[in-house]
């Protein structure tokens, strides 16, 4: 399963976007990518996913941010080209507001495998979500990030929540694809590992067990990719575009830098740290609920602060480094967003208590993705 470890050029990025195709006419989700990937035949950039309303955009590697961004933006520019011709517009949440069909799945070997295994389940997780590259040099670089990143999963939740509605119902939550997701074997808080060996002897037994057959088989909310020389982090909602997508992939950039820099330093800094995992858990979950106005449990004693909190210090503690990386740009955007409570999920729900209706949630959501496409 893994016969090597391919290194990357560290702090290298790439980004992967899971865009909802929607019917123009009803603004309900439609299955659109087998017409769709007809234009793409051999691209290794533009892909179909395991539900057939969803379409896959993934970066090349990028030496920063911005040549994610440029790259990424090409190509939605061409892919809304040919969404146009098919009556499809894209849209970018982590959920559909009122859709209730059940998933269609994507008739190929591999997605056809999981079907088999996933029964029902595979059929309600019509999500959509952010996936975030950092490439590593070492193997245990990868599982040293891939450990150091984990307690930050419930900070990139409330970042990027965009998911409050789902089947027509408000969910009471600011993330809800989490929860749908949960039920499902392989998903939400990975366990911890102390060494590259002790990820290989996990990932060999589960193998010999017939749990999964490789490494793209495990959909932690952030996994190493031993080939691809990368940690992958996962836990992101979908965003409504494409520059608020490479925000968070700045600020995933700068903390890693920032982690790596202070590996050898890494219990001495305020900022969060690894804990037992049904405190890891909670945090997902309160995260998901409430966003940066949860409590987050930050030591083994259950004593909290607000997510707030840790947001203020994450920002300003990785702030040099994203002025090194020349990142900074982007991390003053995403800073700007959250101080003007101008997240995804918020207005989300502006956009519903002004209309009154889920049919103009994703009018609005299309709206500022083609905004941005122009």
């Given amino acids: 399963m893994i016969d090597e470890f391919i290194p990357s050029e560290p702090l290298t990025v790439g980004v992967e976007l899971e865009l909802q195709l929607i019917d123009k006419k009803s603004a309900e989700l439609v299955n659109g990518i087998e017409p769709l990937i007809d234009f793409y035949p051999d691209s290794p ?3 179909p996913e395991f539900i057939q309303n969803t379409v896959e955009l993934a970066s090349r590697v990028g030496d920063n941010v ?6 990424l933006l090409l190509l939605a520019k061409n892919l809304k080209a040919h969404c146009n011709q098919l009556g499809i517009n894209l849209c970018g949440a982590g959920t559909h507001p009122f859709d209730e069909q059940l998933g269609l799945f994507t008739p190929l ?9 996933a029964g029902l389940l595979g059929h309600m997780q019509v999500t959509f979500a952010t996936h975030v590259h950092i490439g590593v040099q070492t193997r245990d670089d990868a599982i040293y990030l891939f450990r150091a990143l984990k307690p930050y999963l419930p900070l990139f939740l409330a970042l990027s929540a965009n998911s409050p509605y789902w089947r027509g119902y408000d969910t009471g939550f600011v993330a809800y694809r989490h929860r749908i997701l949960a039920a499902s ?3 939400s808080i990975p366990p911890s590992f102390e060494s590259w060996a002790q990820f290989c002897e996990f990932l060999e037994a589960s ?7 490789s ?3 495990i959909h932690w909310e952030i996994r190493p990719r031993p080939h691809l020389g990368t940690v992958e982090l996962r836990v992101m909602d979908a965003q409504s575009t ?3 997508a490479m925000q968070l992939a700045a600020l995933t950039r700068s903390l890693a830098a920032c982690l790596l820099d202070q590996q050898d330093k890494i219990n001495d ?3 969060p740290h690894a804990l037992p995992w049904w405190i890891e858990h909670d945090n997902h979950y309160a995260a998901s609920h409430t966003g940066l106005d949860a409590s987050y449990v930050y030591n083994r004693q259950g004593d909290v602060r607000s997510l707030w909190s840790v947001w203020k210090d994450v920002a300003e503690t990785v702030q040099p480094y994203a002025e090194s990386l020349g990142e900074i740009t982007y991390l003053q955007r995403l800073c700007a967003r959250v101080n003007e409570k101008h997240l995804p999920f918020m207005r989300q729900r502006a956009c519903y208590e002004k209309f009154g209706n889920m049919n103009s949630i994703v009018t609005e959501l299309v709206a500022e993705l083609d905004a941005e496409l122009a």
């Fill in 109 to 117: 070997p591999r997605y056809l495998a999981l079907a088999k295994e």
């Fill in 242 to 244: 494409i520059d608020e």
């Fill in 185 to 187: 074997r392989n998903y």
């Fill in 207 to 213: 193998q010999r067990a017939g749990i999964l057959e």
């Fill in 269 to 271: 800094i305020f900022l």
């Fill in 66 to 71: 911005a040549d994610v961004h440029e790259h």
């Fill in 215 to 217: 490494i793209r088989d």
């Fill in 45 to 47: 950039y533009i892909k």
